[in-house]
């Protein structure tokens, strides 16, 4: 079967935290491309080989995100993909991807595949954030320099109904969410700057800005009723 060559192992002298450690791992690296695997997905049969063959043949592009599947504690299969064939059309166009991105925050958009060099540039994760993935999305999305391959590469371990990531506060995640989903609505430009103020500010608290929430609420529910009639889900 199809394996790796040569592993290395790392180990921290203490808990780096999730961001952390993947700043120490990615400063480690010196392969042509990057992925993530958390410990308890999978790949799928040559699926790194398919995403260096997309870079490689795509040479304006320096990220693809591509279609996963679900798989349950046992390993077994879910779903056998998340992104629908109707919705895979839409995110042929990198402005839909920021859409979907934006609006419709689930996988494929959590995981990564790169050029190393490419990757770097965008700068570390953020070491007081918990988590990583939606950060690095938005950075990718700003670049526009991404793909998407409609090719299931990846499998996430799904959980009972109601827990979210193993071990991790819910509540520190939605608000790290939220910090850098408002950062980089002031420090992203064009589109991708657009779509992020009419989330962001839908859910602002302060009274005094109520009536500008309520119409960006409007505008928010406008685009993500269009996009599920358009992208099919």
């Known amino acids: 079967g199809w394996r790796f060559v040569r592993a290395v192992v790392l180990r921290n002298l203490r808990n780096l935290g999730i961001t952390g450690n993947l700043n120490r791992l990615m400063q480690v690296a010196h392969g042509e491309f990057v992925t993530l695997l958390a410990s308890d997905d999978e790949l799928t049969v040559k699926a790194i080989d398919c995403q260096a063959q997309y870079l490689l043949m795509h040479t304006s592009v320096d990220f693809v995100f591509a279609n996963c599947g679900t ?67 938005l950075m990718i999305a700003q670049t526009r320099r991404f793909g998407y391959l409609h090719r299931v590469v990846h499998l996430y371990r799904v959980r009972p109904h109601g827990l979210g990531t193993a071990g991790l506060d819910q509540r520190r995640i939605f608000r790290d969410i939220r910090n850098v989903e408002q950062s980089m609505a002031t420090n992203s430009s064009g589109l991708l700057r657009a779509l992020l103020v009419i989330h962001t500010r839908a859910y602002v608290r302060a009274k005094r800005l109520a009536p500008a929430r309520a119409m960006f609420r409007m505008v928010q529910l406008a685009i993500m009723r269009a996009h599920q009639i358009l992208a099919g889900h």
């Open 71 to 137: 798989i349950d504690s046992e390993g077994r299969l879910v779903q056998d993909k998340v992104v629908s064939d109707r919705r895979a059309a839409w995110l042929q166009r990198s402005s839909c991807v920021m859409v979907d991105i934006v609006f419709n925050w689930s996988l494929p958009w959590a995981r990564l595949f790169a050029r190393r060099t490419q990757f770097l540039r965008l700068g570390p994760y953020f070491i007081e954030h918990v988590l990583e993935d939606r950060w690095c999305a």
